[in-house]
């Protein structure tokens, strides 16, 4: 290590110090932190005693995320260390101490059903019950000019960028293995969680899991994350956003549904005695999902895209014409704009907007074949869409107050979101949140 890790070992080794005394620091590190393409690594640094202190690059076949490389640093500085010497861990992660010390008995006893990195939490505290002395867990505060704490992080930044991984045992010795939960410490939605985890390493079930056409869906909303916010996400982070909390109960379903090719359109019906079902009756191509919501020429799809492409005038950003791919992944929408920072306001208003005209495009679609109403009139097309967008901004205002508890929607959020779209906004109350009358701009009438 350089002159720089020299002069931190002199600058906090203290000569009266017992010799069998070890104080260790402590950090994790992530970059890119969520996507598919992270990369986590790990840094222990000791002062009085170099030869512990390490760069380690989490290998791939643990969770690349800051929390891995937290605990892991942690596991690997315990094991680092003489198990006779009483040991002090440094880190500035309150998650991975808490989940060592005050958590442990709790997660123990429900057999860490629902804990996220508990395989790592698991062996971490089987290493420390092998050492003989006392182990310490100190919280220190991040980038505050602790030399320990900022040589770790040093350090953990190497490691994520070292060419190659460095082996992790995770193996945990059969005596210190604890297994199943205590049933006295369990809860109903407990139990139902630890029956879904079982049922999941099941090869039937991870088969059903495997489903060509979910794949397929969840790559492509891979692509459209990427396309649109420069970033790829992990598939777990595709899932979660299916729930974001900008989509109404009724998108969820559907995007959920559609992910998983669950709607009965197209091929569907070829296996029955009306296969003309699967056909647009306007295009005259199988109707799958993406013609429905990006490719069909019949009245609605372009018209309602086009409302959202001319309400969006007024925003700083730039409108982009969602692709299936970002239908599919617009809950992860990061718009930026002209210094490169991500602008909330209008990537909530993306989502909504998104959101909103793909699900109406659908009712529309079903309006017309199941419901056999025909093609809905360019009129009936915008009176529908400006009920469902003003709809969702009386929603909002309506979620400021506080009586609605964990729903609630933050005041300057809606604002952001809304206030360079409404219809006469110059002539608006200081606080227009609270005028039941407050509307959108009529499309074309914006700017």
């Not at 931190?8 to 260790?24: G, M, T």
């Not at 790592?120 to 100190?138: G, N, P, Q, Y």
């Not at 490169?340 to 907007?353: C, E, T, V």
């Amino acid at each position: 290590m350089g002159e720089k890790s020299n002069d931190l070992w002199i600058s906090e080794w203290d000569p009266d110090r017992p010799q069998n005394y070890i104080d260790v620091y402590t950090d994790g590190s992530c970059d890119k932190n969520g996507d598919d393409d992270a990369s986590a690594g790990a840094g222990i640094f000791c002062a009085h005693d170099p030869g512990i202190s390490r760069a380690i690059r989490i290998p791939k076949s643990l969770k690349q995320t800051n929390q891995t490389g937290e605990i892991i640093a942690i596991k690997e500085a315990v094991e680092g260390t003489h198990p006779k010497h009483e040991l002090t861990i440094c880190s500035d992660s309150r998650t991975a101490l808490d989940g060592l010390t005050t958590l442990r008995q709790k997660w123990e006893d429900t057999g860490y059903i629902g804990v996220e990195n508990a395989d790592e939490f698991r062996v971490t505290t089987a290493r420390l019950r092998t050492r003989k002395a006392i182990s310490t867990m100190k919280k220190v505060k991040a980038h505050v000019g602790i030399k320990g704490n900022e040589g770790a992080d040093r350090l953990a930044n190497e490691g994520r960028v070292k060419p190659n991984e460095d082996a992790i045992d995770m193996v945990i010795p059969g005596h210190l293995c604890l297994t199943g939960a205590k049933l006295r410490c369990m809860n109903q939605s407990m139990l139902y969680k630890a029956i879904k985890i079982q049922k999941m390493k099941r090869p039937q079930q991870q088969k059903k899991l495997n489903r060509r056409a979910t794949l397929e869906n969840i790559e492509r909303a891979k692509l459209g994350a990427l396309t649109i916010s420069g970033k790829t996400p992990t598939t777990k982070r595709i899932w979660c956003s299916l729930r974001h909390k900008d989509f109404s109960r009724q998108f969820r379903y559907f995007l959920w549904m559609t992910i998983h090719n669950g709607y009965m359109i197209g091929r569907f019906w070829d296996r029955t005695e009306e296969p003309w079902k699967g056909t647009c009756a306007f295009c005259g191509v199988e109707e799958t999902m993406e013609h429905i919501l990006t490719e069909c020429r019949g009245p609605g799809m372009e018209e309602i895209w086009s409302l959202c492409e001319d309400l969006w005038r007024n925003k700083k950003t730039e409108w982009i014409r969602p692709s299936f791919n970002e239908i599919m992944s617009c809950g992860l929408t990061e718009l930026k704009d002209s210094r490169n920072n991500i602008s909330k306001g209008d990537s909530r208003l993306y989502r909504i907007l998104v959101s909103e005209s793909a699900h109406l495009i659908w009712k529309l679609r079903n309006a017309r074949v199941i419901q056999g109403k025909g093609f809905p009139s360019t009129e009936e097309i915008l009176n529908k869409w400006r009920y469902q967008i003003n709809a969702r901004l009386r929603t909002d205002c309506l979620l400021t107050n506080s009586r609605y508890g964990c729903k609630k929607v933050k005041k300057t959020m809606v604002i952001k979101t809304w206030q360079d779209i409404l219809h006469d906004r110059d002539d608006l109350a200081e606080d227009w949140t609270k005028d039941k009358g407050v509307l959108v701009s009529r499309g074309a009438d914006v700017g």
